[in-house]
């Protein structure tokens, strides 16, 4: 069994999903496909159930994806470790947003035990950049959030998050169990300066061009709503002070988790962080 087709099948074992598992790997589905039934005729029974509604592993598929990712792990450990041989083997992390959320914990803990010689160094990056300074090559890999301008990069997404409005407590709209965006469509918004990805800006706007203060960081997002009732949004799930309140968007689209890296940048350290990441953050 080739390392390559492995890479393939646990993709498809993860997305449940051949289209998905084709964006994530970059390629078209037809040669994936083919790829997997090539595979299911060198182990000899079937790894997959396809129907309309999905994929859904069969028992032979189950041990192999097991099998598959110990050994893609043990894979990258090999290639980490001589690279560890060559030098000091360096990756630096991005990290946008909630520095507690329990993804980046897992992540951390996890990529530690099995990569006890790599220099991990993070960079917190400010709201004005998604990519946490990966286009200015400060960093290697991104822990952010999408949408943004996903131009010669690479994207996978680890989770995806409801929104919510953020209000202060003692605001009439807080006491409803949710709202729409046209709802807040009167209210000051916080938003982003000048420079901003606009994809981004966009998102975080509702999609409308809004007036309020500008902000770059969590807390300065936090106090425009405590001093200013500045209306904003936010994933649920944030610890957010008492004073504040959060009432989920029933037309906002969700929240995407990702871990972004440079097109073509093929580093071991990175694919092992990333597939490590898609563990960690799973629900």
Request: aromatic residues 4%; charged residues 25%.
């Amino acid at each position: 069994m080739e390392l390559r087709t492995l890479r393939y099948f646990v993709a498809v074992a993860e997305e449940l999903h051949f289209g998905r598992a084709a964006a994530r790997l970059h390629m078209s589905q037809p040669p994936l496909s083919r790829a997997i039934k090539r595979l299911e005729a060198e182990v000899g029974a079937p790894l997959l159930v396809r129907s309309p509604a999905g994929v859904t592993l069969t028992p032979v598929g189950a041990v192999l994806l097991d099998e598959a990712r110990a050994l893609l792990g043990h894979a990258d450990r090999v290639r980490v470790r001589v690279s560890a041989a060559a030098g000091v083997a360096t990756v630096t992390v991005g990290i946008l947003g909630d520095s507690t959320d329990p993804g980046l914990s897992r992540l951390a803990a996890a990529y530690r035990r099995s990569h006890p010689g790599v220099d991990i160094r993070v960079r917190d990056a400010d709201l004005t950049d998604p990519t946490c300074g990966l286009r200015a090559g400060l960093v290697d890999v991104a822990l952010t959030r999408a949408p943004f301008d996903e131009t010669a990069l690479t994207v996978r997404v680890l989770r995806s998050d409801p929104v919510g409005a953020v209000l202060r407590a003692d605001d009439p709209l807080a006491r409803r169990d949710r709202l729409r965006l046209a709802e807040l469509g009167d209210r000051r918004w916080f938003r982003f300066p000048p420079g901003t990805d606009p994809v981004w800006q966009s998102y975080w706007n509702g999609g409308e061009p809004r007036e309020g203060p500008v902000v770059r960081a969590v807390q300065e997002c936090v106090q425009a709503v405590l001093w200013n009732g500045t209306v904003g949004l936010a994933p649920l799930g944030h610890d957010l002070p008492a004073e504040l309140a959060v009432v989920p968007l029933v037309d906002m689209a969700p929240s995407r988790v990702v871990a972004v890296w440079n097109e073509g940048d093929t580093n071991p350290l990175i694919r092992s962080l990333v597939d490590t990441a898609t563990a960690a953050y799973r629900p």
